[in-house]
């Protein structure tokens, strides 16, 4: 069990990114527990190239963090203006232009934006701290299962910035506007009781049990075919997504031919094209 020999260890070493493959499954660890898992851009450029890298047999991915937290957000040293090196600072992104500061962004939000592709399911395991990028990194994810003492936080407009990692579009869909408005303008806290509540996690489990949780889910998510799986988180995207009654159905009727012509092949050794 692995990181595979194709993902720059280098790269996953300066993003404080630990990666095991064990078969169907693989985890992603964030791995700087002295700063709480802290992210910089080489932890967005590890994430990215994960998931460009990741084989395709691997159907499940759990996000979790070492330490006493998930991820405390962004390292305070890119506020703060000390270079860390090979890091391009916050300044950079204003230096570049809007083209280019928005393209440089955009290469950023690919770190978390793989996590929603349909081609497989992705948990976050959440403890502690999830704060800012941290708290998108979970939004990023398909479920999300989180110890008692989870803390979820959108920091950003106290620090005059605003969520730019994918996490507003998950977060509206999870909590309706007004309830992730609140949580984004005023940046309070939402602890694992309210988080259950109100639908932004699936599980609030004793800190003890969070890893057992994980396991159990990422079974029961490991049952059905590959397949179908792939089908049906499409679908469900695409209804989040706003879809007509009539698009939606069109997309049922589209998916289900291609499953039972999946099933057909299989049944009678038939290759499909």
Known sequence: MSAPTTIDAGLLERGGVRLVVDGPRATITLDRPDVLNAQTPSTWAALRTIGAQLDPDVRVVV???????????LDRRMFSGAPVEGEPGLAEITLRGP????ALIAEFQEGFR????????????????AIGAGFQLALACDFRVAADDVQFCMAET??????????????VRLVGYARAAEIC???RRVGGEEAERIGLVNH???GDRLDAAVDDLVAQVLR???????ETLALIAHAAEGATEQSQ??????????????LTALATGTPTS
Do not use: K, N, Y
């Open 114 to 129: 793989w996590l929603r592709d349909p081609d497989r399911v992705t948990i976050a395991a959440v403890h502690g701290h």
């Open 63 to 73: 996000v979790r963090g070492s330490g006493r937290a998930f991820s405390a957000g």
């Open 99 to 102: 083209e280019g500061g928005a």
């Open 224 to 230: 059905p075919m590959p397949g179908a799986v792939r």
């Open 249 to 262: 159905l069109q997309a049922e009727r589209e998916a289900q031919v291609r499953r039972l012509t999946e």
């Open 204 to 206: 609030v489990v004793p």
């Open 158 to 171: 106290s620090l005059g910035l605003v969520p730019d990692l994918g996490g507003t579009l998950p977060l």
């Open 185 to 187: 303008v005023t940046g």
